[in-house]
């Protein structure tokens, strides 16, 4: 069982940054794969930014590559998310989740935090 914790969001304006943490539970921390999503209002939940188990291999979605960047500290069991060049569309209520391998597909992963808001003003 893992439980998730993300904080860091906010309101900021556009062109600027946040760093998103999701603080995790129990001992197997460093046996999952993590992964950031994101869900608009009306839209469905869509994935961000991935990272496996050693830290060594990332994943982004397309509208954020380049600008986000996805790492995590084993030790203090927490997972990352720098967020620059924020953009207006980038608002929404962020979450992190885990899962056993990469995946882009929410079903895939098992746990799942209760999101931090993320709002981009223009």
């Known amino acids: 069982q893992v439980q998730l914790v993300e904080s860091g969001g906010g309101l900021v304006q556009a062109g600027g940054s946040l760093r998103l943490s999701c603080l995790a539970s129990g001992r197997t921390f460093s046996t999952y794969f993590m992964g950031w999503f994101r869900q608009a209002p009306g839209k469905e939940r869509e994935f961000v930014a991935g990272?496996?188990?050693?830290?060594?291999?990332?994943y982004y979605a397309d509208s954020v590559k380049g600008r986000f960047t996805i790492s995590r500290d084993n030790a203090k069991n927490t997972v990352f998310l720098q967020m620059n060049t924020l953009k207006p569309e980038d608002t929404a209520v962020h979450y992190c989740a885990a899962g056993r391998s990469f995946s882009t597909r929410k079903y895939e992963y098992n746990y799942w935090g209760q999101g931090t808001q993320v709002t981009v003003s223009s």
């Open positions: 990272i496996n188990w050693s830290g060594r291999s990332t």
